[in-house]
C-alpha cells in the first residue's frame, strides 16, 4: 500500500513523463504514441516504475528498448522539471503495459461469442 506522498509523486511524475513523452515522440520513437498508463514509486522515493501503452509502432519491444536507450535524456528532462520540488531525481525504470490491448482482445472474443450465438438461435 502506498502511502499519500507514494501517491502525490507518482501523479506528478505520471503527468510530466507523459508530457516529455508527447514531445519525444517525434523526434526518438518515430511518432510512436507512448501512454503513461501507471507510475509506482519505491518508499523512499528513489525508483519509479512507469508502465507504458505503445500506440502506433510495429515492434513493441524494440520501441521500450529504444526509450529504456533513452532513459537518462528523459530522466535529465525530468530532472528540469521536479528540480525545485524534490532533493533527488529518482531512476526511471520502464515496463509494457498490456492491460489495454488484453481488455481489447478480450472484447473481440466476447464480440465473437455473442455472434455465434446469434447464428445458433437464428437456424434461418
Known amino acids: 500500500m502506498e502511502s499519500k506522498r507514494q501517491e502525490k509523486f507518482a501523479h506528478l511524475i505520471q503527468k510530466d513523463l507523459g508530457e516529455i513523452f508527447q514531445s519525444l515522440s517525434r523526434d526518438l520513437f518515430s511518432g510512436a504514441f507512448i501512454m503513461v498508463t501507471a507510475v509506482k514509486v519505491s518508499p523512499d522515493l528513489g525508483v519509479v516504475r512507469a508502465y507504458l501503452s505503445l500506440y502506433q509502432v510495429a515492434n513493441k519491444e524494440e520501441t521500450l528498448d529504444l526509450i529504456r536507450f533513452h532513459g537518462k535524456d528523459i530522466r535529465k528532462q ?29 472484447d473481440e472474443v466476447f464480440r465473437k461469442l455473442n455472434q455465434e450465438r446469434g447464428q445458433e438461435k437464428d437456424p434461418n
Do not use: N, T
Open 78 to 106: 525530468l530532472a528540469g522539471r521536479l528540480r525545485h520540488q524534490v532533493r533527488k531525481i529518482p531512476e526511471l525504470e520502464f515496463f509494457l503495459d498490456e492491460s489495454l490491448d488484453y481488455a481489447q482482445h478480450m
